[in-house]
């Protein structure tokens, strides 16, 4: 049987490696986008994922993540969790030992307390330099006139599994947009916007303005298009050019948007609406590598 991962960013191969290695072994779907998600997480040259990550507004580095199994349907989300450097799993522990789908704040980091989890610090250095960094151009802006609504440096590690016993699994981690107001969510860890999975079709990832990828819930749109016989590169190419287009239409911009897309039998690609981006994939027949995404015609 085929099998294949795949995750957003060129900062996801060395995940995507070892998780590669796990579902070619025979591993789960479920643990694999588990293991690349905590593989970024822990990197600290990652400015927008876990330990490292750029704060919000008040000095603060605030984590979305989610887990989607495909067999069932099961989701695990935890929003706006501080003090915790993988978030990925602690959604795992909402969807396998709660009858919930998504914790937030408090109630999130109490729920990671009781299941063991141990408390640490976010911010290094590079984080509050950045954060500095970033508090002196939004005054810049600010002086100048011009409001600073384009958000100040994000990216999300999104993921999409099939192993060798046919299953599906998601995930995604954030800490959001840079500067973002504490309490802010985008679509990473909204079930349908930054990620969605069915083990009878495949799955999809978001990475990019939360706000815009929200609007059109484009990861549940790329699974449905898969589900219609779309491949994983058409339905990923078909759901940025509506998302793009329909915003434009409605509201007359649009932020970056990329995503990946998987199906049941080991199939991937990826789109975007923006120069640069990159995603990292394998499957039985590809070795682990990154591969380069030419924008959408706009
Ligand atoms: N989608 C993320 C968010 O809006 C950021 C990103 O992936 O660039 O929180």
């Not at 605030?62 to 069932?72: F, S, V």
């Not at 930054?194 to 990828?213: L, Q, R």
């Not at 948007?257 to 998987?262: F, L, Q, R, W």
Request: aromatic share 6%; with cysteine; charged share 25%.
């Amino acid at each position: 049987m085929g099998w294949c991962i795949i995750a957003t960013w060129k900062f996801s191969l060395a995940g995507i490696t070892a998780a590669a290695k796990l579902v070619g072994e025979g591993g789960s779907s479920l643990d694999a986008v588990e293991m690349v998600a905590r593989y970024v997480e822990d990197d600290p040259s990652v400015e927008s994922v876990g330990y490292g990550a750029i704060p919000n507004v008040d000095g603060e580095i605030e984590l979305d993540a989610a887990i989607m199994e495909g067999d069932t349907l099961s989701i695990g989300a935890v929003m706006c969790v501080k003090g915790y450097r993988n978030p990925v799993s602690i959604a795992r522990r909402v969807l396998e030992d709660t009858p919930h789908n998504i914790l937030v704040g408090r109630g999130a980091e109490d729920f990671a307390a009781r299941k063991g989890f141990e408390k640490t610090m976010l911010l290094n250095c590079q984080s509050i330099e950045k954060w500095l960094e970033k508090k002196a151009e939004a005054g810049e802006r600010l002086k100048k006139g011009l409001d600073y609504k384009v958000p100040m440096g994000h990216d999300t590690v999104g993921i999409v599994s099939l192993d060798t016993l046919g299953k599906m699994a998601s995930a995604t981690s954030t800490s959001g947009t840079g500067m973002k107001l504490g309490g802010r969510v985008g679509d990473s860890p909204l079930v349908g916007s930054g990620f969605y999975v069915d083990s009878y079709v495949g799955g999809a990832a978001a990475t990019g303005v939360g706000e815009d990828i929200m609007r059109c819930c484009t990861c549940f749109y790329a699974v449905e298009l898969m589900r219609e016989g779309y491949s994983p590169g058409e339905a990923a190419e078909l759901a940025v050019k509506k998302t793009h287009k329909r915003l434009l239409e409605k509201r007359g911009r649009v932020g970056n948007i990329a995503i990946v897309c998987a199906d049941n039998k080991g199939n991937f690609g990826g789109a975007c609406n923006h120069q640069g981006f990159e995603y990292a994939a394998a499957s039985h027949n590809c070795p682990p590598r990154v591969y380069m995404v030419t924008p959408i015609d706009g």
